[in-house]
C-alpha cells in the first residue's frame, strides 16, 4: 500500500463527509414531508402544464378525480408526491371515447366530443397525426403512448428544477446546523488525524476493510419517488445508528465532550472554527454517493502497491 497519510486523510474525510450526507438526508426527508415540498411543486407544474384557462378546471374536476390519480392519494383530494407518467396517461385518455383510442383514431372530431381542454387536445392529435403512418393499430397506440409519456416526462422535468433549487438552499442551512450540532469541522478533523498519523492510518484500514458494508449504508436513508415521511424519531434513530457506525470504523468521534468542550472550540477559535464548519456545510451538499465514490477511488489507489516495510527481507547468501 501507499503508506501516505495524505491519501489515508482523504479516505478519513470522504468517509466523514459521506455519513454526514446521509443524516443530511434524513433531515431533508424529514422537512420535504413536513412542507410537502414535493406535492406543492407537483401542484404549481400540473396547473402550469398548459396555459389554457379550461386546463385548470378540468384537473381539478376530471384528471385528479381518476381513480388512476386517486389512488395515489394517502388522503382525498391531497395531491402525492409523484404521479407516474403511465398513471397521468390513463387519467387523460380515459376521456377519449374507447372505441376510438382502441382503433388508434385521434383526429379532431373524435378528441371534440372527450371533454379534454383545447390545448390537451392539440397535443394528443398532433402525436396521433405522427403515429398514423403505423399500421398495425396496436403497434399505434404503443407509439402514441409513448410520445406522450416522452411529452409528460419533458414537462415534469420543471418539478425537479424547482424542487432542487429549493432544497439546496434548505441543506446548506441546515448542513451548517449539522455539522455544528455534531462538531464536523473540517479543519479540526483534519488536524487531529494528522497529529496521529498511526491512528489515522488504522481508520483507513477499518474503512478499506469496511467498504462493502459502508456502501449498503446508503439503503438507510432511501428517497422514493412517493411521499416519504421521515419522523422525528427516524431522525434520532438514523443519526445515533450512523454515528455509532462512524466511531466504530474510524476510531474517532462526533460531537462534543461537554458544555465546556463546546464553550472553548469556539471562544478559543470562533473564525477557524466557523471557516471549518462551512466547508464541511458545503461538502455535504455533494451528496453521500460523491463521498463513496471518492472513498473508494482513494482505496484503491492507497491498495495499489505495498508499503515499504512490507517487502519481502531479502536473503543472505554465503
Same mark, same amino acid.
Given at each position: 500500500?501507499?503508506?501516505? /497519510? ?9 468517509? @466523514? ?8 438526508? #434524513? ?6 414531508? @413536513?412542507?410537502?415540498?414535493?406535492? &406543492? ?5 400540473? %396547473?402550469?402544464? =398548459? ?6 378546471? =378540468?384537473?381539478? %374536476?376530471? !384528471? ?11 388522503? &382525498? ?10 398513471? =397521468? ?8 371515447? /374507447? ?8 383526429? &379532431?372530431?373524435?378528441? #371534440? #366530443? ?23 393499430? @396496436? ?14 416526462? %419533458? ?5 425537479? *428544477? ?16 449539522? #455539522? ?6 473540517t479543519l479540526k478533523i483534519a488536524n487531529d488525524a494528522l497529529k496521529d498519523p498511526d491512528k489515522l492510518s488504522k481508520a483507513a484500514d477499518n474503512i478499506s476493510a469496511n467498504l462493502s458494508k459502508l456502501d449498503s449504508l446508503n439503503g438507510t436513508i432511501k428517497v422514493s419517488d412517493t411521499a416519504v ?8 434513530? %438514523? ?14 468521534? !462526533? ?31 455533494? *451528496?453521500?454517493n460523491y463521498w463513496f465514490e471518492l472513498m473508494t477511488k482513494a482505496v484503491n489507489v492507497r491498495a495499489a502497491g505495498k508499503r515499504p516495510d512490507d517487502k519481502p527481507k531479502e536473503t543472505k547468501t554465503s
Amino acid at each position: 500500500m501507499f503508506n501516505s /497519510p495524505i491519501l489515508d486523510l482523504v479516505i478519513f474525510l470522504s468517509f @466523514t463527509y459521506f455519513i454526514g450526507s446521509l443524516i443530511l438526508s #434524513a433531515i431533508n426527508e424529514a422537512i420535504a414531508g @413536513t412542507l410537502r415540498l414535493r406535492q &406543492k411543486d407537483l401542484a404549481k407544474a400540473l %396547473n402550469k402544464f =398548459f396555459f389554457d384557462p379550461q386546463w385548470k378546471n =378540468f384537473l381539478k %374536476n376530471t !384528471l385528479l378525480k381518476s381513480p388512476h390519480i386517486q389512488s395515489l392519494m394517502k388522503a &382525498k383530494d391531497r395531491i402525492p408526491a409523484y404521479i407516474p407518467a403511465r398513471n =397521468f396517461i390513463m387519467a387523460l385518455t380515459e376521456n377519449i371515447n /374507447p372505441i376510438a383510442y382502441k382503433n388508434g383514431e385521434f383526429s &379532431k372530431t373524435t378528441l #371534440a #366530443a372527450s371533454g379534454l381542454p383545447p390545448e390537451a387536445i392539440k397535443v394528443i392529435e398532433t402525436i396521433g397525426k405522427q403515429v398514423s403512418y403505423i399500421e398495425d393499430k @396496436t403497434q399505434r397506440i404503443k407509439e402514441f403512448e409513448n410520445r406522450l409519456e416522452e411529452f409528460y416526462n %419533458n414537462t415534469m422535468d420543471r418539478v425537479t *428544477g424547482w424542487y432542487k433549487k429549493r432544497i439546496r438552499r434548505i441543506l446548506l442551512i441546515v448542513g451548517i446546523a449539522l #455539522a455544528v450540532a455534531l462538531n464536523i469541522d473540517t479543519l479540526k478533523i483534519a488536524n487531529d488525524a494528522l497529529k496521529d498519523p498511526d491512528k489515522l492510518s488504522k481508520a483507513a484500514d477499518n474503512i478499506s476493510a469496511n467498504l462493502s458494508k459502508l456502501d449498503s449504508l446508503n439503503g438507510t436513508i432511501k428517497v422514493s419517488d412517493t411521499a416519504v415521511m421521515v419522523t422525528v424519531d427516524n431522525i434520532s434513530a %438514523n443519526t445515533k445508528n450512523l454515528t455509532v457506525q462512524y466511531e466504530r470504523t474510524s476510531g474517532f468521534s !462526533l460531537g462534543y465532550r461537554n458544555r465546556e468542550d463546546f464553550n472553548e472550540q469556539w471562544k478559543s477559535h470562533f473564525w477557524r472554527k466557523l471557516l471549518g464548519i462551512l466547508l464541511t456545510a458545503f461538502a455535504l451538499q455533494l *451528496g453521500a454517493n460523491y463521498w463513496f465514490e471518492l472513498m473508494t477511488k482513494a482505496v484503491n489507489v492507497r491498495a495499489a502497491g505495498k508499503r515499504p516495510d512490507d517487502k519481502p527481507k531479502e536473503t543472505k547468501t554465503s
